[in-house]
């Protein structure tokens, strides 16, 4: 069975502060797909990254960083410089490597950014 | 523009009525997906539908049923079954080559009157 936890419910940090949300998985899998989406207030769910089991570079983009490390399980997301507008619920987000694609989420972020 | 649409935003239901969301699409994707959230927590999967006319159970699928009739179009019923319905339901869609990604649409919020 596939598993995904969210240890921080909440976290709360000042506008420019730098912000890492941890992620840790468990599969039997050897091929798999790890991801990590933003819900704002309005519901959306919105892509941030996918990360296959095979490619651990870490990977850049703008101020978001993420850091995948299978000798823990772990697919870290950090934001740099955070701003009010990354105020938001973030979702890790495990899928197995066949056509079902079916997702197994975690508990979620719940990250508040205070001018 | 592309997208998933779902539709109404807000739904209301009384006990015992069986209630129908709608999910579209217009990505050409072939694969779709139903999720359930509840107020802080993750998705749980529902039904998913790989090909038109096809559709199997996901994790939660009692209370529920759906048709795959259009490749564009996967409508979600929940039924009087559900004795819980109260929720924000989230419908997604991919191309189902193994490595695509799930996008979602803006989602329906269900409310038991």
């Known amino acids: 069975a596939q598993k995904v936890t969210q240890a921080q419910t909440e976290i709360s940090v000042v506008e420019k502060e730098d912000v890492t949300l941890d992620c840790v998985y468990e599969?039997?899998?050897?091929?798999?797909?790890l991801f990590w989406y933003k819900q704002p207030p309005s519901g959306e769910l919105v892509f941030l990254i996918r990360r296959n089991s095979f490619d651990e570079q870490n990977e850049i983009s703008g101020r978001y960083s993420w850091n995948f490390q299978k000798s823990t399980s772990s697919f870290n997301f950090t934001i740099t410089a955070s701003q009010v507008v990354d105020s938001a619920v973030y979702f890790c987000a495990l899928s197995k490597g066949n056509a079902g694609n079916m997702l197994t989420f975690g508990g979620g972020t719940r990250l508040m950014v205070k001018p | 523009d592309g997208g998933i649409t779902q539709s109404p935003k807000y739904l209301f239901r009384k006990e015992g009525q069986n209630v129908t969301l709608s999910c579209e699409q217009n990505?050409?994707?072939?694969?779709m997906y139903w999720y359930r959230q509840d107020p802080g927590q993750g998705l749980r999967l529902i039904y998913y539908s790989q090909i038109v006319n096809d559709f199997q159970k996901g994790d939660i699928a009692e209370g529920y049923s759906v048709s795959r009739e259009k490749k564009e179009s996967f409508p979600l019923t929940v039924t009087s079954a559900q004795k819980n319905p109260t929720a924000f339901y989230l419908c997604?869609?991919?191309?189902?080559?193994?490595?695509?990604?799930?996008?979602f649409g803006p989602g329906t919020r269900l409310l038991v009157l």
């Open positions: 997604a869609s991919r191309k189902t080559a193994v490595q695509e990604t799930q996008y």
């Open positions: 599969t039997r899998d050897t091929t798999y797909y």
């Open positions: 990505l050409n994707h072939d694969a």
